[in-house]
């Protein structure tokens, strides 16, 4: 039985029909409103895709404060007199109904325009009328629809966007206009190579040197402009970047084709140049590319809600988190995320600080309990007292000194070292040269300018992008996405893996063990009727693991300790040990650990909450020793796991109960010790640890969740996946040295026609297409052949 | 032979007719989005499906 909206599997047909089966009531009301519309063909692009609206209702009122002009400005991406365009975030969407639907939303409201959707980015940009409808209704329109908008306080990366967008488009253009120099100009310049020296008119070779000269103008003022300012602004930091050797061969080419086309002195390189471009071009493009398709490097600030409920004499309104100051009583619900440090008003409650510290099991705090930004809260909705404004929490301060860190990529270095080397070296053989010949100024100046022009390290600079970008593109539709193609290098050099276990290596889903007498179905029914109506985890947990089934009557809950109710004639109390004793009046029952359940007064057993690990957890550790890699397990979490792992790490790989800053001193001290260390984490409650790590992966079960610092973000189904991508890291450095040293031979080859001063520009338009097509189809086929292990 | 510069100037002027027209497309944003059309196009014949039932 699946749920005719989502297609996820029904336990019953209480909701909906015969034909019509529904999960919850959510994916009903969703289904409701589409029939209405007449909008059922949603459900034959893809069968039953729905968003799952299992999970705590969604509060409307979460949308008041898009009423704010200065909050929804953050969405707008123009206003032109009565029409605005938004632009919204639905981490919801994922299918071609998805599209659909969210390009039919002029059906659900008179004052939309229209909608149009980015399935890849999962955007949808919505044109309204701004009298007739407002961003509110619109966000209440997708929230009803079952795709709820993403609010945080970060806006929608809006600017970030539009950078990107911007700088992929100049790409394409910087590419067209180098592409349609090149055909050109080779058509021009094959024609005069095969006419030879004295086979076509004046009029022709004047026609088509001015024609070349005409078209490659632009090549080098705008196409190749990346690679002229990159060289100028490196050389003004006195740094020698691969791009200096790059730019200095394009001027030599463009400048001395040039002087050899006006003063008659041969047709000129102007073919190979502007090919040379389309191809650096062509590298630019695969960077940018890979680059577009990561973006969860998000701020702290994405991942706090827009809003938050304040109680301000005695109304409750909904405001910006920005505006909460200290004193300020805020209201939050299950599910939320706690805005600012404060403290608890309320008598109890429960946050989940999963994020913050690393620890699985929500916290029972009481009244006046010191309540930190970032905690999640579970169950009943808390009140708290803020104790200091957003900006300032805890959290933002430990992000804040994560983040001024400097980024640290030996891929740029590696790019700077070998500029200078290649540099160098190239001058020195172009210098010795030109000497050689020196009497004659004419062959010792056309042999300088060829050393120079034949050296350009456009393969070299092809080789690594590319490769990398590939790999890059390819890991992502795995769902691993990297930082930046040096990351695939820093992987490279790790020697040491430093687990955190909470989330990483165990499951974060729960298990509930019964231990006790047997319990009968009836009994387990009643059990789960009395536990449900709790919203303590532990009790919902236990409910999750029993028979769903009938109801309860009768319910008294202690808040915090326990709750006790009637089901199918059964008198059940489940509590903490110390709850059941009150209540049992035996004071033995006390000592017990876990959540104790009695039945008609008869203590029958205890859950024990336990979380696992995951299964392929000890394979992929042995697989990373088998690599010569040393595993480390340094976590927050107490040792109550250590028989769990113990057949995982041996006794001194692991520690227990660390805080953030003792785990920072744990990687600081492997890497005083020489190692390099790869940190495994599951992201915020690791980010101080994964920032003193050399590089990082943050593993999540939703790559929605924020991973700070991270220089990878890898789903946890994918860990076993571990030793197979260093292994690939490895792979790949293969690759590119590979081309490196091709392309080494290659240039040598060119170098000693330059030297011997035959190097004729029908020589250099054959070799250098024919080296960078190469190093090209070397540097893609390389990175995804080795990628098939991922499949 | 006199007809070749002609020639030559007429297939460089269709060429940067298609340039243009590229260029345009760019800064129009049509290769803003490679993925989303690829879905977008397969909806007309769904919806004509559906209708006929």
């Given at each position: 039985m699946r749920c005719t909206h989502c297609g996820e599997p029904c336990s019953d047909r209480s909701i909906g029909n015969e034909t019509?089966?529904?999960?919850?009531?959510?994916?009903?009301?969703?289904?409701?409103?589409?029939?209405?519309?007449?909008?059922?063909?949603?459900?034959?692009?893809?069968?039953?895709?729905?968003?799952?609206?299992?999970?705590?209702?969604?509060?409307?009122?979460?949308?008041?404060?898009?009423?704010?002009?200065?909050?929804?400005?953050?969405?707008?991406?123009?206003?032109?007199?009565?029409?605005?365009?938004?632009?919204?975030?639905?981490?919801?969407?994922?299918?071609?109904?998805?599209?659909?639907?969210?390009?039919?939303?002029?059906?659900?409201?008179?004052?939309?325009?229209?909608?149009?959707?980015?399935?890849?980015?999962?955007?949808?940009?919505?044109?309204?009328?701004?009298?007739?409808?407002?961003?509110?209704?619109?966000?209440?329109?997708?929230?009803?629809?079952?795709?709820?908008?993403?609010?945080?306080?970060?806006?929608?990366?809006?600017?970030?966007?539009?950078?990107?967008?911007?700088?992929?488009?100049?790409?394409?253009?910087?590419l067209g206009i180098a592409g349609f120099a090149a055909g050109n100009v080779m058509m021009i310049s094959i024609a005069r190579y095969v006419a030879g020296e004295d086979g076509m008119d004046y009029t022709l070779v004047s026609l088509f040197s001015v024609l070349s000269i005409a078209l490659s103008i632009p090549v080098y003022f705008f196409s190749a402009s990346p690679w002229l300012t990159s060289a100028v602004a490196s050389l003004r930091r006195r740094v020698v970047n691969l791009d200096v050797p790059v730019a200095l061969g394009i001027t030599t080419l463009f400048v001395r084709s040039i002087i050899d086309i006006v003063s008659g002195g041969g047709e000129g390189f102007l073919d190979s140049f502007a090919g040379l471009v389309f191809f650096l071009l062509i590298g630019r493009l695969f960077q940018q590319k890979a680059f577009d398709a990561v973006s969860f490097d998000r701020t702290v600030r994405s991942f706090f809600p827009l809003s938050v409920r304040r109680e301000h004499k005695g109304s409750e309104s909904v405001v910006p988190i920005d505006t909460i100051r200290t004193g300020d009583l805020m209201?939050?619900?299950?599910?939320?995320?706690?805005?600012?440090?404060?403290?608890?008003?309320?008598?109890?409650?429960?946050?989940?600080?999963?994020?913050?510290?690393?620890?699985?099991?929500?916290?029972?705090?009481?009244?006046?309990?010191?309540?930190?930004?970032?905690?999640?809260?579970?169950?009943?909705?808390?009140?708290?007292?803020?104790?200091?404004?957003?900006?300032?929490?805890?959290?933002?301060?430990?992000?804040?000194?994560?983040?001024?860190?400097?980024?640290?990529?030996?891929?740029?270095?590696?790019?700077?070292?070998?500029?200078?080397?290649?540099?160098?070296?190239?001058?020195?053989?172009?210098?010795?040269?030109?000497?050689?010949?020196?009497?004659?100024?004419?062959?010792?100046?056309?042999?300088?300018?060829?050393?120079?022009?034949?050296?350009?390290?456009?393969?070299?600079?092809?080789?690594?992008?590319?490769?990398?970008?590939?790999?890059?593109?390819?890991?992502?539709?795995?769902?691993?996405?990297?930082?930046?193609?040096?990351?695939?290098?820093?992987?490279?050099?790790?020697?040491?893996?430093?687990?955190?276990?909470?989330?990483?290596?165990?499951?974060?889903?729960?298990?509930?063990?019964?231990?006790?007498?047997?319990?009968?179905?009836?009994?387990?029914?009643?059990?789960?009727?009395?536990?449900?109506?709790?919203?303590?985890?532990?009790?919902?947990?236990?409910?999750?693991?029993?028979?769903?089934?009938?109801?309860?009557?009768?319910?008294?809950?202690?808040?915090?300790?326990?709750?006790?109710?009637?089901?199918?004639?059964?008198?059940?109390?489940?509590?903490?040990?110390?709850?059941?004793?009150?209540?049992?009046?035996?004071?033995?029952?006390?000592?017990?650990?876990?959540?104790?359940?009695?039945?008609?007064?008869?203590?029958?057993?205890?859950f024990v909450m336990r979380s696992h690990v995951r299964k392929d957890v000890p394979g992929m550790v042995k697989a990373l020793r088998a690599s010569s890699l040393r595993a480390r397990l340094v976590t927050g979490d107490t040792d109550r796991d250590e028989i769990m792992l113990q057949d995982v790490f041996a006794k001194d790989e692991m520690q227990f109960r660390a805080s953030p800053s003792e785990k920072v001193a744990a990687v600081e001290n492997m890497r005083n010790n020489g190692a390099t260390v790869l940190m495994v984490g599951d992201g915020l409650n690791d980010v101080s640890a994964m920032a003193a790590a050399d590089v990082s992966i943050a593993v999540t079960d939703e790559t929605s969740t924020l991973a700070p610092a991270s220089d990878l973000v890898m789903p946890a189904a994918r860990l076993a996946d571990l030793p197979g991508l260093l292994r690939y890291t490895h792979e790949l450095t293969w690759v590119i040295s590979t081309a490196l040293w091709f392309t080494m031979a290659y240039n040598v080859v060119g170098v000693s026609l330059a030297l011997a001063g035959i190097l004729t520009p029908v020589i250099t338009a054959i070799m250098m297409p024919v080296s960078s097509l190469l190093v090209v189809g070397m540097s893609v086929v390389g990175a995804r052949l080795f990628a098939r292990r991922f499949a | 032979m006199s007809v070749m510069p002609l020639l030559v100037i007429c297939s460089i002027l269709v060429a940067g007719g298609f340039l243009l027209a590229f260029l345009f497309a760019t800064k129009r944003g049509q290769y803003d989005d490679l993925g989303t059309p690829a879905v977008r196009m397969l909806f007309d014949d769904v919806h004509k499906k559906t209708e006929i039932k």
């Amino acid at each position: 039985m699946r749920c005719t909206h989502c297609g996820e599997p029904c336990s019953d047909r209480s909701i909906g029909n015969e034909t019509e089966i529904f999960c919850c009531t959510g994916c009903k009301s969703v289904y409701d409103i589409l029939q209405q519309s007449g909008m059922c063909e949603y459900y034959a692009f893809d069968g039953a895709s729905g968003v799952s609206q299992r999970g705590p209702a969604r509060d409307r009122s979460v949308y008041d404060v898009l009423d704010d002009a200065a909050t929804a400005a953050r969405f707008v991406d123009y206003t032109s007199g009565p029409i605005t365009r938004v632009r919204l975030t639905l981490p919801g969407m994922h299918c071609a109904s998805c599209v659909w639907l969210l390009e039919q939303l002029h059906r659900f409201d008179q004052g939309i325009r229209s909608s149009r959707v980015d399935l890849m980015r999962k955007t949808v940009e919505v044109e309204f009328v701004n009298t007739r409808t407002g961003l509110k209704s619109i966000a209440i329109i997708l929230s009803s629809l079952g795709y709820e908008p993403l609010l945080t306080s970060e806006g929608t990366e809006h600017d970030r966007d539009v950078e990107r967008r911007e700088a992929t488009r100049k790409i394409y253009l910087r590419l067209g206009i180098a592409g349609f120099a090149a055909g050109n100009v080779m058509m021009i310049s094959i024609a005069r190579y095969v006419a030879g020296e004295d086979g076509m008119d004046y009029t022709l070779v004047s026609l088509f040197s001015v024609l070349s000269i005409a078209l490659s103008i632009p090549v080098y003022f705008f196409s190749a402009s990346p690679w002229l300012t990159s060289a100028v602004a490196s050389l003004r930091r006195r740094v020698v970047n691969l791009d200096v050797p790059v730019a200095l061969g394009i001027t030599t080419l463009f400048v001395r084709s040039i002087i050899d086309i006006v003063s008659g002195g041969g047709e000129g390189f102007l073919d190979s140049f502007a090919g040379l471009v389309f191809f650096l071009l062509i590298g630019r493009l695969f960077q940018q590319k890979a680059f577009d398709a990561v973006s969860f490097d998000r701020t702290v600030r994405s991942f706090f809600p827009l809003s938050v409920r304040r109680e301000h004499k005695g109304s409750e309104s909904v405001v910006p988190i920005d505006t909460i100051r200290t004193g300020d009583l805020m209201i939050v619900r299950n599910g939320e995320v706690i805005p600012a440090d404060s403290v608890l008003m309320s008598a109890t409650g429960y946050v989940d600080y999963s994020f913050v510290t690393g620890e699985s099991v929500p916290v029972e705090c009481t009244s006046g309990t010191m309540i930190y930004a970032g905690g999640k809260v579970v169950g009943t909705a808390v009140r708290l007292t803020a104790t200091r404004p957003v900006s300032q929490s805890y959290l933002a301060s430990l992000w804040e000194r994560t983040a001024s860190r400097t980024p640290r990529s030996s891929y740029m270095k590696l790019s700077d070292r070998f500029g200078l080397w290649f540099t160098a070296g190239t001058m020195v053989v172009a210098f010795v040269g030109a000497a050689f010949w020196l009497p004659n100024v004419a062959v010792a100046v056309n042999v300088f300018t060829a050393v120079l022009i034949i050296a350009c390290p456009c393969a070299l600079t092809l080789a690594a992008p590319i490769t990398l970008g590939t790999a890059m593109g390819v890991l992502g539709r795995f769902g691993m996405y990297i930082k930046n193609i040096g990351v695939l290098l820093e992987l490279k050099n790790a020697n040491t893996v430093v687990f955190d276990k909470t989330g990483t290596l165990t499951s974060t889903y729960h298990d509930v063990v019964y231990d006790g007498t047997p319990l009968t179905q009836e009994e387990q029914e009643a059990v789960e009727a009395v536990a449900s109506h709790s919203a303590h985890p532990v009790s919902q947990s236990i409910a999750r693991k029993m028979q769903p089934s009938s109801t309860a009557d009768v319910m008294v809950e202690d808040v915090g300790r326990g709750v006790r109710g009637r089901s199918n004639g059964h008198e059940i109390v489940i509590g903490s040990t110390a709850y059941l004793s009150e209540i049992l009046g035996d004071s033995a029952i006390a000592n017990g650990v876990g959540t104790a359940v009695a039945i008609d007064g008869v203590l029958m057993g205890r859950f024990v909450m336990r979380s696992h690990v995951r299964k392929d957890v000890p394979g992929m550790v042995k697989a990373l020793r088998a690599s010569s890699l040393r595993a480390r397990l340094v976590t927050g979490d107490t040792d109550r796991d250590e028989i769990m792992l113990q057949d995982v790490f041996a006794k001194d790989e692991m520690q227990f109960r660390a805080s953030p800053s003792e785990k920072v001193a744990a990687v600081e001290n492997m890497r005083n010790n020489g190692a390099t260390v790869l940190m495994v984490g599951d992201g915020l409650n690791d980010v101080s640890a994964m920032a003193a790590a050399d590089v990082s992966i943050a593993v999540t079960d939703e790559t929605s969740t924020l991973a700070p610092a991270s220089d990878l973000v890898m789903p946890a189904a994918r860990l076993a996946d571990l030793p197979g991508l260093l292994r690939y890291t490895h792979e790949l450095t293969w690759v590119i040295s590979t081309a490196l040293w091709f392309t080494m031979a290659y240039n040598v080859v060119g170098v000693s026609l330059a030297l011997a001063g035959i190097l004729t520009p029908v020589i250099t338009a054959i070799m250098m297409p024919v080296s960078s097509l190469l190093v090209v189809g070397m540097s893609v086929v390389g990175a995804r052949l080795f990628a098939r292990r991922f499949a | 032979m006199s007809v070749m510069p002609l020639l030559v100037i007429c297939s460089i002027l269709v060429a940067g007719g298609f340039l243009l027209a590229f260029l345009f497309a760019t800064k129009r944003g049509q290769y803003d989005d490679l993925g989303t059309p690829a879905v977008r196009m397969l909806f007309d014949d769904v919806h004509k499906k559906t209708e006929i039932k």
